[in-house]
C-alpha cells in the first residue's frame, strides 16, 4: 500500500481512537500506533508496563483505547511553537532532520538533496528507525547530525581503488547507506545526474551471513551459527525490527567482531563498485524520473520499467566492478572472493524469495545470484579469486541447505521466518528485554 495510503489510514485511525492526541494544541506528537487484535497480548503489556522498574518514566509515553484494542506509543513530543512554520508533511521529519535539512528535502537542488530526502522519508514512515534515530539522538546530543549518523569511508574507498579514468567520472557522484528491506544497492537517474544508494539491511544481512559461513573457523558454536543465518534471512526479508541498535541480537567478543566487518566491508565494496559500473557504463542514460517514481523504486516496491537495467547490464556491472580496479593481486583476490561470498548469501536467500514468488529469472530485476556468479566466474582471468572447483564444491553444500530449507522450513514453518519479535543468538545473548518499555 502506497505511504500516503498508510497514513491517512493512521490518521483517521488516531483521531478515532485517540481523539486527545489528535486535537492536542500544544504538542506534535510522534506515535507508533499499535493495533492488538488480541485482547490478552494487550493487557500483558499493560501489565509488564505496571510493574516494570521503570514505571514513572514510562507511563506517559503510552495511551490505550482498551474498547478497540489499540495502543500508541509516543516517541517524542514537539511543542507546536517550535515548528509552526512547518507543513504536516515537513513535520514528520523533525527533530530528527534539523531544520535547514527539512528545506533541502522540500526543494532539492543536487544529488545530495535527493539522498538526504531518500534517507529521511524511509526513517519517517518507520516508527522503529524513528526510535533508532531518537536514541542516537539523545546520546549525541548538540552534536547530532541526521547526514553524518549514515558517514562512511567505504564509498570513497572504493573510487579510490578505481583507474583514473573511471575514478574522474565517479569522484563526484553523490553515494551513500540508507534503510531498505529486501534490496540491495541502486544508481539511481534524476535531473542532478546519477546517485548511488546501498541498503544498511544489507550491510546486516552480510554480518550475519558471515558469521553462519566462517563462525566455526572462530570457535562460534553451530546453534549460534544457525541462528545467525535466520538473523540474516529475515532482516534481509524485513521481519526482523530494524532495531539493532536498540537491541543485540548478540555481543560477540571484539575479534570475531572485527573478522565479520573486515568480511562485510570488502562485500560492500564490490556492491558500491556493481553501482559505480552502473554510472560509469552508461547504463542509466537517459532514464531520469520523477522524485515520485524515484522514492517508489528505492522504497523497495516496484522498479519502473524503464529504470530496469538489462541482465546483461547487470552482468557487466559485476564484472567492471572487479576488473576496474587498481588494486594489487592480494587485495584484488580478497574483493574478488567477497564478491563470489556475496553471490553465495545472496543464492541461499534466493530459495526463501523464491519461495513466495514464482517470477521467471528473464523478469527478475537482477539476474539469479547462481548465474552472476558463474557469469563473473567465466569472464574472470584465472587467476583471480577462487577457482571453479572451490566454488562449486560451495554451491553443492548450498543446494544441501536449500534442499532442507525447501523440505523442513519454508513448507511446513514459514512463519518462523515471518514471525513478530526477533532471533538472538543463544551463546552471545544474556538478558531478553521487552520491547518498547527495555528499548
Ligand atoms: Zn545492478
Same mark, same amino acid.
Given at each position: 500500500m502506497p505511504t500516503n495510503e498508510i497514513e491517512a489510514i493512521n490518521r483517521k485511525f488516531m483521531a478515532k481512537n485517540f481523539p486527545d492526541l489528535t486535537a492536542d494544541t500544544e504538542f506534535y506528537h510522534h506515535c507508533e500506533l499499535i493495533n492488538c487484535p488480541d485482547a490478552e497480548k494487550l493487557r500483558s503489556f499493560q501489565e509488564q508496563l505496571l510493574f516494570h522498574p521503570h514505571f514513572h518514566s514510562l507511563k506517559d509515553r503510552f495511551v490505550?483505547?482498551?474498547?478497540?484494542?489499540?495502543?500508541?506509543?509516543?516517541?517524542?513530543?514537539?511543542?507546536?511553537?517550535?515548528?509552526?512554520?512547518?507543513?504536516?508533511?515537513?513535520?514528520?521529519?523533525?527533530?530528527?532532520?534539523?531544520?535547514?535539512?527539512?528545506?533541502?528535502?522540500?526543494?532539492?537542488?543536487?544529488?545530495?538533496?535527493?539522498?538526504?530526502?531518500?534517507?529521511?522519508?524511509?526513517?519517517?514512515?518507520?516508527p522503529t528507525l524513528q526510535r533508532v534515530m531518537f536514541r542516537a539522538m539523545d546520546y549525541m546530543g548538540d552534536k547530532w547530525n541526521f547526514t553524518k549518523y549514515f558517514n562512511s569511508p567505504l564509498f570513497r574507498r572504493y573510487v579510490h581503488y578505481l583507474k583514473p579514468d573511471k575514478q574522474a567520472v565517479c569522484k563526484d557522484v553523490v553515494a551513500g547507506f540508507y534503510h531498505v528491506k529486501e534490496s540491495n544497492g541502486s544508481c539511481v537517474p534524476t535531473p542532478f545526474g546519477n546517485f548511488i544508494a546501498i541498503s544498511l539491511y544489507l550491510k546486516k544481512f552480510m554480518y550475519y551471513m558471515n558469521l553462519w559461513e566462517y563462525g566455526h573457523n572462530w570457535g562460534v558454536a553451530q546453534e549460534d551459527c544457525q541462528a545467525a543465518m535466520w538473523l540474516g534471512i529475515r532482516t534481509m526479508m524485513g521481519s526482523e525490527p530494524p532495531d539493532f541498535e536498540l537491541d543485540p541480537r548478540s555481543k560477540l567478543p571484539k575479534s570475531i567482531h572485527?573478522?565479520?566487518?573486515?568480511?562485510?566491508?570488502?562485500?560492500?565494496?564490490?556492491?558500491?563498485?556493481?553501482?559505480?559500473?552502473?554510472?560509469?557504463?552508461?547504463?542509466?542514460?537517459?532514464?531520469?524520473?520523477?522524485?515520485?517514481?524515484?522514492?517508489?523504486?528505492?522504497?523497495?516496491?516496484?522498479?519502473?520499467?524503464?529504470?530496469?537495467?538489462?541482465?546483461?547490464?547487470?552482468?557487466?556491472?559485476?564484472?567492471?566492478?572487479? $576488473?576496474?580496479?587498481?588494486? /594489487?593481486?592480494?587485495? #584484488?583476490?580478497?574483493?574478488? !572472493? *567477497?564478491?563470489?561470498?556475496?553471490? =553465495?548469501?545472496?543464492?541461499?536467500?534466493?530459495?526463501?524469495?523464491?519461495?513466495?514468488?514464482?517470477?521467471?529469472?528473464?523478469?527478475?530485476?537482477?539476474?539469479?545470484?547462481?548465474?552472476?556468479?558463474?557469469?563473473?566466474?567465466?569472464?574472470?582471468?584465472?587467476?583471480?579469486?577462487?577457482?571453479?572447483?572451490?566454488?562449486?564444491?560451495?554451491?553443492?553444500?548450498?543446494?544441501?541447505?536449500?534442499?532442507?530449507?525447501?523440505?523442513?522450513?519454508?513448507?511446513?514453518?514459514?512463519? $518462523?521466518?515471518?514471525?513478530? /519479535?526477533?532471533?538472538? #543468538?543463544?551463546?552471545?545473548? !544474556? *538478558?531478553?528485554?521487552?520491547?518498547? =518499555?527495555?528499548?
Open positions: 490505550f483505547n482498551e474498547e478497540n484494542l489499540a495502543m500508541i506509543h509516543i516517541l517524542r513530543s514537539v511543542p507546536l511553537k517550535d515548528i509552526g512554520e512547518l507543513s504536516e508533511e515537513q513535520r514528520r521529519y523533525y527533530p530528527i532532520c534539523s531544520k535547514e535539512e527539512i528545506q533541502r528535502i522540500s526543494d532539492a537542488k543536487n544529488n545530495a538533496d535527493n539522498l538526504l530526502h531518500v534517507r529521511a522519508f524511509q526513517v519517517a514512515k518507520d572485527q573478522n565479520l566487518m573486515g568480511l562485510v566491508d570488502l562485500q560492500l565494496l564490490f556492491i558500491i563498485g556493481h553501482e559505480y559500473a552502473h554510472h560509469y557504463l552508461g547504463h542509466l542514460d537517459g532514464k531520469t524520473g520523477g522524485m515520485a517514481e524515484m522514492l517508489k523504486m528505492l522504497s523497495g516496491n516496484v522498479v519502473p520499467e524503464h529504470f530496469k537495467p538489462q541482465h546483461q547490464q547487470e552482468l557487466d556491472a559485476d564484472y567492471h566492478a572487479l $576488473i576496474n580496479t587498481r588494486l /594489487g593481486e592480494g587485495d #584484488l583476490d580478497k574483493l574478488t !572472493n *567477497a564478491a563470489f561470498d556475496f553471490l =553465495l548469501f545472496m543464492d541461499i536467500y534466493e530459495t526463501v524469495r523464491a519461495y513466495n514468488d514464482s517470477t521467471p529469472e528473464y523478469r527478475l530485476e537482477h539476474p539469479k545470484p547462481i548465474t552472476r556468479l558463474y557469469k563473473l566466474r567465466e569472464r574472470l582471468p584465472a587467476g583471480m579469486g577462487r577457482p571453479m572447483a572451490d566454488l562449486e564444491e560451495v554451491i553443492a553444500r548450498n543446494q544441501d541447505i536449500r534442499d532442507v530449507l525447501i523440505t523442513h522450513i519454508l513448507g511446513p514453518q514459514y512463519e $518462523i521466518l515471518e514471525a513478530d /519479535g526477533s532471533v538472538y #543468538l543463544p551463546g552471545y545473548h !544474556n *538478558a531478553k528485554l521487552i520491547d518498547r =518499555l527495555d528499548f
